[in-house]
């Protein structure tokens, strides 16, 4: 068991943190993040390699932690430090501030939009993933995009 | 004015700029290691544990540090133990496997498509042969509801749903006599929610009211009325012959779980602590109440008048309400655990039935579906040959 797991674990720990970085904004979070869904998979990889996608497996792990109990140690952790805008503005080229505006979405809202927008799921995986109804992951992108001043194909009344 | 389009760039970017630690992996191998110590050692302090059962009171031992460990008597002081029950009394979990292979006579398939084209998304079931479908023309827009009978292989119209009145129904509810859902809109800058209600009988939709200003975390249909609880908590009716909206009285801090009952969890789309354990449930047709005490150590633990479910660690645990029941289920835990029908908890793409210890899969390991409504008497997925698979929890065990 436990070589395919670290086979696993080094063939993809990689991408799961970049993933959770996206997700958390934080690369610490990211670590922490990534290591304890690991934690979760490796205590159940018998099981889920026999019936189930690990990388998806620890991806709804992480997102759904994220959105839960990790939300305490997240909000100390940013009464602790101040967002240093400036290094995110020179690591990240481009639409820095739309990186940097994503740190002000609630975590609900910011990890639909991640689902979304670089995980590339529909919606109806999204409510699956984070265990709300399709209608609700619709409304919450719906209102970050508005935060974030970011334009619709096609708005949702329209298709109504 | 941004587009969606430079959302995907700068979460692309970040992810592409950003370096992951060197010794990742490493360092969970030492956690894991860590670990697994740890639980050994816990694992030998605690040997021969058992689950006590007092007098309605449940104390569940086992499995955390000395330090921790509850006292039973300290928890349950005028308790004197009724019964023992050692954790391999319930039936242990065996092998999963495929739903159509553990209950054959319960499963069947339903079309995929209308004759139409909409797309049929599995509602519920009605008896053990009648399957009621949502059909939708476009992405989540249903239109019409349809019954399919698996022994006839006949549909039949139950009603078609007004369109056009500018929001997606959702959320529809089985109640005994009546299927029921609603749509939100914004009326100058006020939500308003559109309550309505089509005989499960069959027959035309009625809109049974509008009410402005509230929010739905969950809904569902009485034999007379409409009802729904608001996000801060609170159950609320509406006739469905007519007439104001009411509060029901003593649902302060409770919301609708599934008709008649309610829970002090708030629902799924609202809770944002996955942890908190259901402490209530209330019967708002009976007054029946359960004072739920969660065994220590576990989270997440909901019930419905039949089961309760809960995490402990890498373990499932369940029990009904009252407390009795209670059983580990080593390795079966989850994040996505729900209590679905009177029969099954599903966790994942697995389904679990804790009075025989039957564990099935559902679908595939990415496609399986949660039950759709808040009492489930179906669960559905793509059987991969152009139709859908449907356990039919009414069939199961005749």
Not at chain 2, 114 to 136: C, F, I, K, N
Not at chain 2, 210 to 233: I, K, L, M, R, Y
């Amino acid at each position: 068991m436990d070589d395919t797991f670290d086979d696993f674990v080094r063939a993809r720990a990689g991408a799961l943190f970049r993933y959770g970085f996206v997700l958390t904004g934080d690369t610490d979070d990211a670590a922490d993040l990534v290591q304890e869904a690991l934690l979760r998979l490796g205590d159940t990889w018998d099981r889920v390699i026999r019936k189930d996608d690990p990388e998806g497996y620890v991806r709804t792990i992480m997102v759904r932690q994220h959105i839960s109990w990790w939300r305490r140690r997240r909000r100390e952790h940013l009464m602790a430090e101040t967002p240093d805008l400036g290094y995110t503005d020179r690591r990240f080229d481009g639409d820095a501030g739309l990186w940097a505006e994503l740190e002000g979405l609630p975590r609900r809202q910011r990890a639909v939009l991640v689902l979304r927008y670089y995980e590339d799921l529909p919606d109806t995986e999204i409510a699956r993933i984070l265990g709300v109804s399709p209608g609700t992951v619709r409304s919450q992108a719906s209102r970050a995009l508005d935060k974030l001043r970011v334009q619709r194909q096609t708005a949702l009344m329209e298709e109504v | 004015m941004r587009t969606e389009q430079d959302l995907r760039a700068a979460l692309q970017r970040a992810a592409d700029q950003v370096t992951p630690p060197a010794d990742l992996a490493g360092a969970l191998r030492g956690r894991r290691r860590r670990r697994t110590r740890r639980r050994y050692q816990a694992a030998l302090a605690f040997a021969g544990v058992v689950i006590v059962a007092a007098g309605g009171t449940v104390v569940l031992r086992g499995g955390g540090d000395g330090a921790t460990a509850t006292n039973p008597k300290k928890v349950a002081p005028t308790a004197t133990p009724a019964a023992s029950t050692r954790i391999s009394d319930r039936p242990a979990v065996k092998k999963a496997q495929p739903a159509r292979v553990a209950w054959p006579d319960a499963v069947s398939t339903v079309p995929a498509k209308a004759g139409d084209g909409a797309r049929y998304m599995p509602l519920a079931a009605l008896s053990p042969t009648e399957v009621v479908l949502l059909a939708q023309r476009t992405f989540e827009k249903t239109t019409r509801i349809d019954v399919y009978d698996t022994r006839t292989e006949q549909t039949r119209v139950l009603t078609r749903i007004p369109v056009n009145q500018g929001y997606l129904p959702q959320r529809f509810e089985v109640g005994t006599d009546y299927i029921g859902w609603y749509g939100m809109t914004l009326r100058d800058g006020n939500k308003v929610a559109h309550f309505w209600v089509a005989p499960r009988a069959g027959g035309p939709a009625i809109k049974v009211g509008e009410v402005t200003g509230t929010s739905v975390a969950s809904n569902g249909v009485s034999a007379d009325s409409f009802v729904w609880s608001a996000f801060p908590g609170g159950v609320y009716r509406i006739p469905i012959t007519g007439g104001s909206p009411e509060k029901i009285a003593g649902t302060d801090g409770l919301w609708l779980a599934s008709w008649p009952w309610a829970t002090d969890l708030p629902p799924s789309s609202i809770n944002t602590d996955m942890d908190r354990n259901q402490t209530r449930l209330v019967n708002l047709e009976t007054g029946e109440k359960h004072d739920i005490v969660p065994p220590p150590g576990v989270k997440g633990l909901h019930c419905t008048f039949s089961w309760c479910a809960g995490r402990s660690g890498d373990d499932l645990i369940v029990m009904h309400p009252d407390g009795s029941g209670l059983s580990r289920v080593a390795g079966l835990s989850s994040y996505m655990i729900q209590v679905a029908g009177s029969h099954f908890i599903q966790t994942g793409g697995s389904l679990y039935d804790p009075v025989t210890g039957k564990t099935a899969t559902i679908g595939t390991p990415r496609e399986y579906r949660w039950a759709p409504t808040s009492s489930p008497t179906l669960v559905s997925w793509e059987d991969g040959h152009g139709r859908q698979g449907v356990l039919n929890m009414l069939a199961v065990d005749g």
